[in-house]
T-cell receptor, first 115, second 114 residues
Framework: AAGVIQSPRHLIKEKRETATLKCYPIPRHDTVYWYQQGPGQDPQFLISFYEKMQSDKGSIPDRFSAQQFSDYHSELNMSSLELGDSALYFC??????????????FGPGTRLLVL | AQTVTQSQPEMSVQEAETVTLSCTYDTSESDYYLFWYKQPPSRQMILVIRQEAYKQQNATENRFSVNFQKAAKSFSLKISDSQLGDAAMYFCAYSGGGADGLTFGKGTHLIIQP
């Protein structure tokens, strides 16, 4: 079965640079979520989109922005990168528009290292 | 805001034995969803089991089952016949449903002794 695709899988950036992470949800899923997981920590919810509209917002820094496109893929844009942004970034998708289909399935993650 | 608490940072069990991981949560909602996710060393987040709060019957998936006590706000995971491949970090998570983000507990590191 098709899974969530994230690219790139690994990314190295310098401080104050910009990074863009991409997420391709499972086919026919209409909702995308972004999470940040620091070393030894639990994932922290950043933001979600349902049918291309921002739906729920968590602890996303103002330096980060995201959007969902007409083909349902999503991009997380991160500017003015800081050392503390080094983490594993997960994208998850669900068919939240269908009752009983709220289960979120996670992609493999993008490992971001800021030097 | 909802909170999820996993009070066992680490658990160890012999292969083929049964182990129970604890999770409690706090919410003022009556409808919600609870999940257990597994994160092996590869750091992939893998869904283990889900429970809808409106269902009284406890969810079961092969060797994995939950004990959902809504009044007590408790959601424990039982793993029967533990296998070496079960070794991982296990996260309990809460969702209000729809496009709500998940709130995770701090995780329980499960060690399987051969």
């Amino acid at each position: 079965a098709a899974g969530v695709i994230q690219s790139p899988r690994h990314l190295i950036k310098e401080k104050r640079e910009t990074a863009t992470l991409k997420c391709y949800p499972i086919p026919r899923h209409d909702t995308v979520y972004w999470y940040q997981q620091g070393p030894g920590q639990d994932p922290q919810f950043l933001i979600s989109f349902y049918e291309k509209m921002q739906s729920d917002k968590g602890s996303i820094p103002d330096r980060f922005s995201a959007q969902q496109f007409s083909d349902y893929h999503s991009e997380l844009n991160m500017s003015s990168l800081e050392l503390g942004d080094s983490a594993l970034y997960f994208c998850a998708s669900s068919a939240a528009g269908l009752a009983g289909e709220e289960t979120q399935y996670f992609g493999p993650g993008t490992r971001l290292l800021v030097l | 805001a909802q909170t999820v608490t996993q009070s066992q940072p680490e658990m160890s069990v012999q292969e083929a034995e049964t182990v129970t991981l604890s999770c409690t949560y706090d919410t003022s909602e009556s409808d919600y969803y609870l999940f257990w996710y597994k994160q092996p060393p590869s750091r992939q987040m893998i869904l283990v089991i889900r429970q809808e709060a409106y269902k009284q019957q406890n969810a079961t998936e092969n060797r994995f089952s939950v004990n959902f006590q809504k009044a007590a706000k408790s959601f424990s995971l039982k793993i029967s016949d533990s296998q070496l491949g079960d070794a991982a970090m296990y996260f309990c998570a809460y969702s209000g449903g729809g496009a709500d983000g998940l709130t995770f507990g701090k995780g329980t590191h499960l060690i399987i002794q051969p």
